[in-house]
């Protein structure tokens, strides 16, 4: 299992999102509401780059002639036939148990200390990072 | 893949923006042509591969050498029919219609077909207004003869089911020059086409679904009214509007002929035996059952092997990737579907 250090946390808006390769896979890391989610950048229909998608919300279930939208920025939709997915989980919303992609565990950590070498200071960085681990 | 060569049967092009179109259009068009697509069924999550638009600006489709990047060298493309999307086929005025047609025809020919296709890569369809098919026969006349041109092209959207005998200056045409004739879904149940979708469906799922079922009934009037009698070298291509019905339709239509074969004596032979010398279906959207069995069964109904040519419909939002679009299919039908298909019918 690989730990990866993608970037500072206040590198990433909310609702901005990163694509990176680790480990040469492509992974898009999302920042949504607070929380950080990583998706496997491959869709599981096509294998198009799910997440260059929009991030977006959706129409909740409902009765036949009522629209109700909803969790507005938790959803990427396939940029190429659109299915979409639920950023928190990796599951589609038309079908969450057959129907999924991979994701990965994210943690906010401590940036560790950081010796730098410009005199002789040890520098407490004093900073939260996105940690990725597959 | 790599051993599989392809050639791609849908994949649209795009002006850049209007003025490349206008430039080709006299006066009073010229002022008049807005540019704007059919208007209305728009897909409303998005309408072309959000990973398509060129990096330097501009539609998706609108650059070719992005395109050969994303689409031709990515898939290892031999051609590429393209079949650009005028829209014109909705319009009421069949001489601003057929000025549209013609404008497309010159941009094509100047740009995709001409300045950027050193290596023929890019074979090309020559739009066509069926308002007028007595000047949709000129305008196809007007490009015979050219050699990128390999098709000539209409929306499904039609007043009437294209067998009738009003549409016959085009097959004559299309039968002189050797250039089939393309059938791609665009205007139907839009401007003066309320044929032949079913009624006015409300949403965008329910339009696109059916567009099959104005395929439908375009093939079953080409083969009843005796079209490929009158013109035996006259050959169509449905291009985008399913594969997977054709199996169940023949049947109904040779079981009805037992009967029925009196209102049309001048059918030589059982319906469906026409569609093998006549007609040709390109694959995408491809219809993926549950089990894959399944499909390739339906491939076996249907004849793949002798009437089934690969398509992408790159850029637009239901592209097909060569790659995945088709269950694991045994080489030698592969290879007819992939290639030798469309390399026998357009004769590259
Ligand atoms: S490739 Fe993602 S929905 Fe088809």
Redesign the pocket.
């Given at each position: 299992m690989g730990r990866h250090v993608v970037c500072r946390v206040k590198d990433m808006m909310e609702g901005s999102r990163k694509i990176v390769v680790l480990e040469g896979r492509s992974i898009g890391i999302f920042h949504v509401k607070g929380e950080f989610y990583a998706l496997k950048n491959s869709?599981p229909?096509?294998?198009?780059p799910?997440c260059v998608g929009t991030v977006t919300g959706m129409t909740l279930p409902s009765g036949p002639g009522e629209y109700l939208y909803g969790r507005d920025g938790e959803i990427v939709r396939?940029p190429?036939?659109?299915?979409e997915f639920d950023l928190l989980s990796g599951k589609s919303i038309y079908d969450p148990h057959r129907c999924l992609v991979k994701t990965y565990d994210v943690e906010v950590e401590k940036a560790e200390a950081e010796s730098v070498s410009v005199e002789t200071f040890a520098v407490q960085v004093e900073e939260e990072q996105v940690v990725v681990y597959i | 893949m790599s051993s599989t060569r392809i050639i791609d049967c849908d994949v649209h092009p795009y002006p850049k923006n209007r003025d490349e179109i206008r430039f080709y259009l006299k006066e009073p068009w010229k002022t008049r042509y807005t540019g704007s697509g059919r208007g209305f069924y728009g897909n409303p999550v998005h309408g072309s591969r959000l990973d398509a638009n060129p990096p330097g600006g501009g539609p998706a489709g609108s650059d070719p050498i992005f395109l050969r990047e994303q689409l031709i060298d990515e898939y290892g493309e031999k051609h590429a029919v393209l079949l650009p999307r005028a829209f014109c086929n909705l319009l009421p005025d069949p001489d601003f219609a057929a000025a549209i047609a013609a404008a497309y025809n010159d941009w094509l020919a100047d740009t995709w077909l001409g300045k950027f296709n050193e290596d023929g890569v890019f074979k090309g369809s020559i739009t066509i207004a069926h308002q007028d098919p007595s000047a949709a026969a000129k305008e196809i006349e007007r490009w015979a003869g050219h050699p990128h041109f390999v098709q000539v092209m209409t929306d499904s959207g039609a007043r009437a089911p294209f067998g009738q005998r009003q549409y016959y200056p085009i097959y004559e045409a299309c039968s002189k020059y050797g250039l089939p004739l393309a059938i791609h879904p665009g205007t139907d149940g839009m401007g003066i086409n309320v044929q032949p979708t079913p009624g006015y469906p409300t949403h965008y799922i329910e339009w696109h679904t059916c567009l099959s079922l104005g395929f439908q009934a375009h093939l079953v009037s080409f083969i009843t009214e005796g079209v490929f009698e009158r013109f035996p070298d006259f050959r169509v291509v449905l291009v985008e509007g399913g594969v997977s019905w054709l199996p169940a339709l023949l049947w109904r239509l040779d079981a009805e002929y037992k009967a029925l074969r009196y209102e049309v004596p001048w059918l030589k032979r059982k319906p469906s035996e026409y569609v093998r010398d006549h007609v040709r279906i390109t694959s995408q959207p491809l219809e993926r059952p549950e089990h894959d069995r399944h499909l390739l069964q339906v491939l076996e109904m249907m004849d793949a092997e002798h009437i089934l040519m690969f398509s992408s419909d790159y850029p637009h939002w239901d592209f097909d990737s060569p790659r995945l679009a088709f269950p694991k299919l045994p080489e030698p039908l592969k290879q007819r579907i992939f290639y030798e298909n469309a390399k026998a019918f357009y004769r590259l």
């Open positions: 869709c229909h096509q294998a198009a799910l396939c190429w036939h659109g299915w | -």
